[in-house]
């Protein structure tokens, strides 16, 4: 079992930042490939982000490139979020998700073995 904490959302302004963190616990964070995901009022979950085992590859949505980064820190069990140039369409719940296939960042939901409870980012207009 793998357990998922994520912390670091909250209200911003359009254009502004957020870094959200995943902390891992209960087993060998380095095992697992890494992804965000976030669900809107009304709207399925989606992906955001995913990134490899080792840091060394990423994946992104088309709607976040260049304004969102995916990164790791296999020594602390964290794996972050850093969100900028925020719009309103972010606005969502947004989870992070343990993939035992360490070496892929897959988009679809059914790759992750493990999810976190979420933590929400609102952004104003």
């Known amino acids: 079992q793998v357990q998922l904490v994520e912390s670091g959302g909250g209200l911003v302004q359009a254009g502004g930042s957020l870094r959200l963190s995943c902390a891992a616990s209960g087993r060998t964070f380095s095992n697992y490939a890494m992804g965000w995901f976030r669900q809107a009022p009304g709207k399925e979950r989606e992906f955001v982000a995913a990134v490899s085992w080792s840091g060394g590859t990423t994946n992104y949505a088309d709607s976040v490139k260049g304004r969102f980064t995916i990164s790791r820190d296999n020594a602390k069990n964290i794996v972050y979020l850093q969100m900028n140039s925020l719009k309103p369409e972010d606005t969502a719940v947004y989870y992070c998700?343990?993939?035992?296939?360490?070496?892929?960042?897959?988009?679809?939901?059914?790759?992750?073995?493990?999810w976190g409870q979420g933590t929400q980012v609102t952004v104003s207009s």
């Open positions: 998700a343990a993939d035992r296939t360490a070496w892929r960042t897959y988009g679809g939901q059914g790759a992750y073995d493990y």
